[in-house]
Structures are given as structure tokens and as C-alpha cells.
């Protein structure tokens, strides 16, 4: 082991992958000590790797959704904590479920908006976080926040809380109506479980594309393809990239037969998601 490569560091990038301790090891070896590019030299090397997103840093805590009362406006956040001791407490889930209705009045526009609302008693989020800290003797922090708005008129905002507030989803359709609360719940159900990385595939980041290709390409050179027809081969790949992970073009969990977007159009012809954010713990 390096002196700047510790085991710690390989349990880190096993723990986050799945992959075998050498796998680990070797390519964080190759990637200098860099843990993004570590998981693109694994997935190069063809590991079938149950990656963690890059916003669960909260071991443990608890999830929480909200929307208003018109269904126009919708906020996510997730209060971290040490154990499952404190999160599973009564009273830590009320403290989050009490931020997030903060969040909710007044829709900051990020994290430290967030933190320096007024809270009660004449201090701030931050402030009281730092107070409940004293009082569990855990480490505590709000760390992920997102709001969803729709105009009035034009769509509606639904939560869905999985797991017990270990996992959350704010979901925005175009569609006003009672009639498409339970389509929506049902989208943020698929959400969580399959876990899109954008709406569709113009929500793909051009990076993301980019990488996409490259890790394509690498596969089809370690399976002995030829170079000539490596772009081909990687453009195939996004193409199954895109099915798998931009929601609209997922298969509907709830009916193998058709899209998410099918799903939607089956209910109303011009029905469909505008956005999502879905937060989890880990």
C-alpha cells in the first residue's frame, strides 16, 4: 500500500462499488488516488458495480417530503445523523419533518438559504441543528435540499417517502387534477426503485454522455472488437443507456409492457413528467 493510498481508502471505494478488495486497490492505483475516476476505470474493466450516488454522504437520518396543500410548490430534504438509534427516533423524524415544512413556507433557493430561516425561538435551522447536536450527542446536518414549483394552472408537485424516510421523491407532471395524484405517486414509486438519472435523454448531461461513450468504447475493446467499429458499438450502448436510466424511457415497473411515458400518455395524451428529485440515505 502507498503511502498515499491506504486501506481505508480501498474499503471506501469497495464500500461505494461493491467490487472485489484487489479490483479496488489496483484502481485506485491507477487512477492516483481519485475516487470518480477509480469507478470509471472499474466499470471499463467490466465490473458490475452497484454504485452509490454522489449525494448520499448521511450514513443514517431520515428523508423527508412535502408539498403545499394546492400541490403547486414541493421541497425534499435529508437530515443525517451517526446511527439508526437517533434517526429511528420520534423525535429526530419530527425535527425533520419540522425543517422541511420551513423549507416548504418559505421555497430558499439552496442549502444555506435554508439554514438561515428562522426556526423558533428566535434562532435560526442552523442554529437549532447545532442545539439538537448538544442534545443527541451526534453529529447532525441537513445535507441535501431541493424544491420543485409549478405554476398554477399548469401541474402539480407529488411526494413519495420510501423505506421508513430512508428514501424520498418530489415528482412534477404538466397536468393539474385529483386524477393524476395516484399516476403521479405511482412515477415517484418508479423513481425510487429504478433510480433515473434525468427525465429523459435531453436531460443527460453532456458529460455524462461523453463518459458514457468513452466507458462504451473501452468494454467493446476488452471484448476484442475492432477499433473501427468502436463508436458504433458505444453509441449502441448510450442508446441502452438512455432506456435504463432517463425515466420516461424506463419500462413502468407496474406493467412490463409499456414506458413510463406510455404510461403517462395512456392517461392523458399530453401527460408527463417535467422534473424529479429523489434523495436516499447511505
Known sequence: MSATLSAADVKKLRDMTGAGMMDCKKALEEANGDFDKAVEVLRKQGQKLSLKRADREAKEGAVIALTSANRNNGVIIRLGCETDFVAKNEDFVKFARGIAEIALKHL??????????????????????????????????????????????????????????????????????????????????????????????????????????????EQARQEGKPEAMLEKIAIGKLNKFYQESTLLNQTYVKDGKMTVAEYLKSLHKDLTVTAFKHVELG
Open 108 to 217: 430558499p433557493e439552496n442549502l444555506e438559504g435554508l439554514m438561515g430561516l428562522p426556526f423558533d425561538g428566535g434562532i435560526s435551522v442552523g442554529e437549532k441543528i447545532i442545539e439538537q447536536t448538544g442534545v443527541t450527542g451526534e453529529k447532525m446536518e441537513v445535507s441535501y435540499y431541493a424544491k420543485l414549483e409549478t405554476a398554477a394552472g399548469q401541474g402539480q408537485v407529488l411526494p413519495y417517502i420510501h423505506m421508513g424516510n430512508r428514501a424520498g421523491v418530489i415528482v412534477a407532471l404538466n397536468q393539474e387534477g385529483p386524477e393524476y395524484v395516484e399516476p403521479g405517486k405511482n412515477v415517484a414509486m418508479q423513481i425510487a426503485a429504478m433510480r433515473p438519472v434525468a427525465v429523459d435523454k435531453d436531460g443527460v448531461s453532456a458529460e455524462m454522455i461523453e463518459k458514457e461513450i468513452e466507458i462504451g468504447k
